[in-house]
């Protein structure tokens, strides 16, 4: 019986198939090696970014201060409003300034002010902290020099300095309290809306916007502000003493704010200079050195989230509301 040549037990592959075959492994090697090279490129990015994050998280000095051999003055910046959480708290500030009295070839401090104020908490804090390093360091003199603005809770710590100059055309002053809100309750009655707020405690809800303002709770609030106004007199009156021309001038602590040149006659600062001939011509030295203290980004950003996350909480809870500011 002769055998079928044409069965499929005795016919291989043709040169067709053994061409299609090699594609087919030719690929599935080329996709191998794209994979490990994807592999490689995403395990190299991964290293760069946490490099780079820990780089972030390292860095948080301005300037290139512990290098300096020379005598330098030691520059600390106070910018923008001072908050427990901006790059003007108390803690950055106060840390900058530590810095700048313990580096040992900074003969003089400078603190460049340009800030609207804040809170007075926090402008207390840099107060109360400049008055110990400069008992703890008196041959080193520390001076502020107002640029744009010196004005409410940045007057309070500028007052601390041993001498405060500004540009002639400066904002200076506005020695008083400030505590803020809205009253809503008219417009929420008109638009149908029910304000559902439960409170333990019978002033818990004190300055609800959309109650009406009792008698005992201005005065209660009115109290407070007279009391930090106060002490913010007298921070103010400790650091300037007799150069203050109060009695001349009895609206010196009434919240008003001056020009440079109109706040040297009123014994606010003690002279017109800007930060750079602070140095040369009061401190006598040409290098300025910058101690400022900030936050690295990474820090930022988690503040950032953490306050974003707060502020919904107390909302939620109705915990918001504004707070006594020297601004």
């Not at 930090?228 to 704010?257: C, M, T, W, Y």
């Not at 440079?260 to 602070?278: H, M, N, T």
Request: aromatic residues 8%; without cysteine.
């Amino acid at each position: 019986m002769e055998s079928d040549n044409n069965s499929p037990a005795n016919s291989g592959p043709t040169s067709k198939e053994w061409k299609l075959l090699e594609k087919l492994l030719g690929q599935a090697q080329a996709e191998q090696r794209k994979t490990r090279r994807w592999g490689i490129f995403f395990k190299s990015l991964t290293f760069i970014y946490l490099f780079a994050l820990l780089f972030m998280m390292t860095g948080s000095r301005s300037g290139d201060a512990m290098a300096v051999a020379e005598p330098h003055v030691a520059v600390v910046d106070l910018n923008g409003v001072i908050m427990a959480d901006s790059e003007a708290s108390a803690d950055l500030i106060s840390r900058g300034l530590r810095d700048a009295f313990e580096a040992e070839n900074a003969e003089a401090v400078l603190l460049r002010v340009n800030s609207p104020g804040g809170s007075p908490v926090q402008s207390n804090f840099v107060f109360n902290e400049i008055q110990r390093l400069r008992a703890e360091y008196p041959d080193k003199k520390l001076y502020a020099a107002i640029t744009d603005m010196g004005a409410s809770g940045a007057y309070y710590i500028a007052a601390a300095a041993d001498q405060i100059y500004a540009d002639p055309a400066s904002i200076v002053g506005s020695i008083g309290v400030i505590m803020a809100s809205f009253g809503v309750q008219e417009a929420a009655e008109k638009l149908g809306v029910e304000r559902r707020v439960y409170t333990a405690g019978e002033n818990k809800a004190l300055l609800d916007p959309f109650s009406p303002v009792r008698e005992s709770d201005r005065e209660h609030v009115q109290t407070m502000l007279n009391e930090i106004h106060q002490q913010f007199i007298g921070a103010v009156k400790d650091g300037r003493g007799d150069r203050l021309k109060v009695e001349e001038n009895p609206e010196l602590f009434s919240g008003l704010f001056w020009t440079g040149e109109r706040a040297l006659e009123l014994g606010l600062i003690d002279g017109l200079k800007s930060p750079g001939q602070v140095a040369r011509d009061v401190a006598g030295l040409e290098e300025m050195v910058d101690y400022t203290v900030t936050r690295s980004p990474v820090d930022r950003f988690l503040k950032r989230f953490g306050t974003s996350i707060g502020n919904g909480i107390g909302q939620t809870l109705g915990l918001e509301g504004g707070a006594p500011t020297l601004r």
